[in-house]
């Protein structure tokens, strides 16, 4: 994987937040090197950009390799390990430390040019930088946000390591990476052109930044934009609580049945949900489940469960003025994909078109063969055994059906471009679809 330069890595990362677009977020780039990237995903989510002032402590005699970070707010991050494999005694360690510091506060008044840092408090705080190493500086960049009042926080370079989700897991709600290569030794090696970033730059980034936000400000809705609203649907004797997002003139409205242990926050299903927004289609993410039905396991696997609870959602949005009179789809992930299909299997649930993403419709057994509506089962091609359970599960199939492998996608579509091509390949499945379906359809 090689990045052009940070511009390039922004646009690259932009496409994985599409699903973040609707929240009201603040993108935090990390100078110098980050705020060239976290610009292109402001731009691309119209969100304001400002810099979280953080400095990395670099080992006395390898400046390069960090033993920790220093940022606004007095906090203070120390890695232990390195500290005590470089030798670094409490005297220099304090010694890079006062020095760092002098740098923060004055590039801290050159940046922002006399500016109020962007208020945070309970917003959505994108944490963005060219790249994770030892993840020091990007520790302290989101316990800066936290300690500022950011309700969530996400933390999404270009590139890290393979391991960093256990490194930084903690540290932010939502971890976003375009690739996570096993052979990492410096974040350069990824890029064409890793050149310094100067304070100019920085200065320039925000300068137009700040000019796009005052012609355009956040808020602001266009011909077709998406609205938003938080729902509560009564299925049985549980309320689940959802986000319905419908564009103007929409032509369908998508059902998303969620995997196992996922729920209506998953960044995949978000990504999709976002890119069939623009396509003009609506969405609907919710839970299958209460938070307090997810502690049992067995729950998160009774496909039968969780198709009444998606029918009876069906039936709650076509009382809604947004599903009166609309074409309905399914979109279901792992096993949200066998509860779309038997969901689907029911004769009032009288949906358009089902789409599943690395699905067990397998786990749909006998009610297979009744579902009407043209359904697109989307496979990773080296998801193998689930791969074998979607022809197995196709078979059985007496609608309009197709089977789509993603070349080299596992069950997760982490790779570079394969989420996007799944969002492309349900976008153009549901608009072809989405036209109500009222009886069977010989398979081709």
Not at 2 to 9: C, H, M
Not at 51 to 56: A, D, G, H, I, Y
Not at 121 to 126: N, W
Not at 399 to 414: G, I, K, M, Q, S
């Amino acid at each position: 994987m090689l990045f052009k330069d940070r511009r390039d890595a922004g646009r690259q990362l932009a496409a994985r937040l599409e699903h973040l677009g609707q929240a009201d977020v603040v993108v935090l780039g990390l100078p110098r090197g980050g705020v060239p990237v976290a610009a292109e995903v402001a731009e691309a989510l119209g969100a304001p950009l400002d810099v979280c002032l953080v400095r990395k402590l670099g080992v006395p005699y390898q400046p390069e390799l960090g033993m920790g970070a220093i940022g606004e707010g007095g906090v203070r991050v120390i890695n232990d390990e390195v500290v005590r494999t470089a030798r670094v005694t409490p005297q220099e360690l304090a010694e890079v430390e006062a020095r760092e510091r002098e740098v923060l506060e004055r590039r801290g008044r050159h940046y922002r040019s006399g500016r109020a840092p962007v208020v945070l408090e309970g917003r959505t705080v994108l944490v963005v930088d060219d790249g994770v190493a030892t993840g020091s500086t990007a520790r302290a960049a989101c316990r800066i946000a936290r300690a500022r009042g950011a309700s969530r926080i996400v933390l999404a370079v270009p590139v890290a390591p393979a391991d960093w989700t256990a490194r930084l897991g903690q540290d932010a709600d939502e971890l976003v990476c375009v690739g996570t290569p096993w052979e990492f030794y410096a974040i350069g090696q990824f890029y064409a052109d890793f050149s310094q970033t100067g304070d100019d730059e920085v200065v320039a980034c925000l300068d137009e930044a700040q000019a796009g936000q005052a012609a355009s400000p956040r808020g602001e809705s266009g011909p077709g934009a998406p609205e938003d609203r938080e729902v509560e649907v009564r299925a049985g004797a549980v309320v689940l609580r959802g986000q319905l997002t419908v564009p103007d003139g929409a032509v369908g409205v998508v059902l998303f049945a969620h995997g196992s242990g996922s729920s209506r926050h998953s960044p995949r299903n978000r990504f999709v949900a976002a890119g069939l927004n623009r396509a003009g289609l609506g969405t609907l993410l919710f839970d299958l489940l209460t938070e307090e039905e997810e502690t049992d396991r067995a729950n998160v696997f009774d496909t039968a469960l969780l198709a009444r609870r998606l029918a009876d959602t069906t039936r709650w949005l076509r009382g809604q003025p947004e599903g009166q009179g609309t074409a309905l789809g399914y979109f279901g992930a792992s096993t949200g994909a066998a509860a779309a299909l038997w969901a689907a299997a029911e004769p009032d649930t009288r949906i358009a078109a089902v789409v599943s993403r690395g699905g067990r419709p397998d786990l749909a057994g006998p009610r297979l063969p009744a579902v009407t509506a043209p359904t697109l089962l989307i496979v990773g091609g080296h998801d193998h055994l689930v791969l074998d359970l979607n022809r197995e599960a196709q078979a059985r199939l007496r609608c309009e059906n197709r089977l789509v492998e993603v070349p080299h996608a596992t069950h997760l579509f982490e790779e570079p471009g394969t989420l996007e091509k799944v969002t492309e390949l349900a976008r153009d499945w549901f608009t072809d679809h989405m036209v109500p379906v009222s009886h069977a359809v010989t398979r081709h």
